[in-house]
């Protein structure tokens, strides 16, 4: 019924589960989560990313490296190119840039994610991006970088409409973390009010940021109907055509799914 289209199942906190990633899955098909994408930080942990989605059939998985990630070892366009002809890498990323957090290696940043994005655009996959306060640089080097028929997603988007609009524009979804259910998320609420259905993804970035009713729990993917209800009673539509909608959207953006 759902895809949850961003979670780090390699870092799933298990004690509930005493450790056995298989319940935790198991626990996200009872909830109706019928697919998972796992979304690689480092290159150190990428064989990790990629054998969950060898393990599961429902699991897929893409291989990058997070603007925070400061100490990982370096990127290159050939290495990524060789990790993305695997058949279960569906995507680059995660890459980006995070200025809230991470300020003083601009440079860094900008390089890395350009690498990302010459290596998605040379292996014809969608690239995931990570972007805070950093709009204008984000979106310029997409458009320099970035292939525009691929083109990727903003995933766990907290930034303006305007930026949502500008990615749009160049052919991106938005998606949607349990973020939008938290009570001083009024203007995420209200960019997703505005956002179009077609362009629409939901995620929970699990193990972060657990949606409400479960907020301050470790996140997991079993969660992502308590993000679907929110963002179904915000597009004014029942959960499973929001279910529908957002399942053809992944399946748009991620063609290597299907094979």
Known sequence: M?????????RLKLEAYNGDLDLAVAAAREAGVDKMLCVGIDLEHADQVIHAAEKYPDVFASVGIHPLEKDAAEPDIKTLIKYATHRKVIAIGESGLDY??????????QERFA????????????????????????LNLIKQHGDLNRAGVLHCFTESLEMAEAA?????????SGIVTFNNAGELRDVVKAIPLDRLLIETDS?????????GKPNEPKYLPDVARCVAGLKGITVAELAEVTTANFYRLFPKSLR
């Open 115 to 138: 690498i990302h994005l010459q290596a998605a655009a040379q292996s014809e996959l969608p690239i995931i991006v990570h972007t805070r306060d950093a709009r204008d640089d984000t």
């Open 168 to 176: 749009m524009e160049m052919n991106f979804m938005i998606s949607i």
């Open 207 to 215: 193990p972060y940021l657990a949606p409400v009713p479960n907020r």
């Open 100 to 109: 809230f957090y991470s300020a003083d290696n601009k440079e860094v940043q």
């Open 2 to 10: 759902f895809i949850d289209s961003h979670c780090h199942l390699d």
